[in-house]
């Protein structure tokens, strides 16, 4: 069973775009929501985070938008940079285990 | 710290061979997992441990075995490689409620 679900797989958008990523979550006992960025080679790594009961946390060009009531979140990446061209998973923990969407493969074209 | 280190980086097996990946944290992390990735699936749980002596099964644990003798290691066994079991392996690591899992650098696995 998917309990979480991530769209679109992938996403092309221009250098300075706001490319934007979303997921939709199952279960509503999940306690925290991690978006993790993979580069090509690499393992995952941790990018910004946000709890249910907050609806948006900003981290530099790096924000969360959250909405409880449609069991949905979303990655927003302001002035979008090349640098940014990477996979992005969102995820969704419960009981200390965490659940991952499908992720999406973002390029930012110069 | 080296952080979360995994070994091999790479490995082909035989169909029916077995072998076992290797993984350590030097954080004194109580909390491991291992994880697969395959392409459109995202990240899938296949065990993890709660703190030495303790292990799990996570979302797909067929074909896989765990133990956790010590805090730092955790190794991955595979009994008998299957095909389906081709993919890339993470092992990652965080404090019991901590909201950060550090992840290796992965294990490339083929298996013909």
């Known amino acids: 069973q998917q309990q979480v679900k991530q769209s679109p797989q992938s996403l092309i958008v221009q250098k300075g775009g706001i490319p934007i990523i979303n997921c939709a979550y199952e279960?509503?006992?999940?306690?925290?929501f991690p978006w993790y960025q993979q580069f090509p080679g690499k393992g995952p790594a941790l990018l910004i985070a946000?709890?249910?009961?907050?609806s948006e946390k900003k981290e530099g060009r790096f924000t969360i938008s959250f909405n409880k009531s449609a069991k949905q979140f979303s990655l927003h990446i302001m002035d979008s940079q090349p640098g940014d061209s990477a996979t992005y998973f969102c995820?969704?923990?419960?009981?200390?285990?965490?659940?991952f969407g499908q992720g999406t493969i973002l390029t930012v074209h110069p | 710290n080296a952080g979360v280190t995994q070994t091999p980086k790479f490995q082909v097996l035989k169909t029916g061979q077995s072998m076992t990946l290797q993984c350590a944290q030097d954080?004194?992390?109580?909390?491991m997992s291992w994880y697969r990735q395959d392409p459109g699936m995202g990240l899938r749980l296949i065990h993890y441990?709660?703190?030495?002596?303790?292990?799990d099964q996570g979302e797909v644990p067929n074909g896989y075995n765990v133990s956790r003798s010590t805090t730092e290691d955790f190794p991955l066994r595979l009994l008998s490689a299957a095909p389906s079991q081709t993919s890339v392996y993470f092992c990652?690591?965080?404090?019991?409620?901590?909201?950060?899992?550090?992840f290796g650098p992965g294990t490339r696995l083929t298996v013909l």
């Open positions: 946000i709890r249910p009961d907050v």
């Open positions: 954080m004194n992390h109580e909390y």
């Open positions: 990652a690591s965080s404090y019991t409620g901590g909201n950060t899992q550090y």
């Open positions: 279960n509503t006992a999940f306690d925290y």
């Open positions: 995820a969704a923990r419960l009981y200390g285990k965490l659940t």
């Open positions: 441990s709660v703190g030495a002596g303790i292990t």
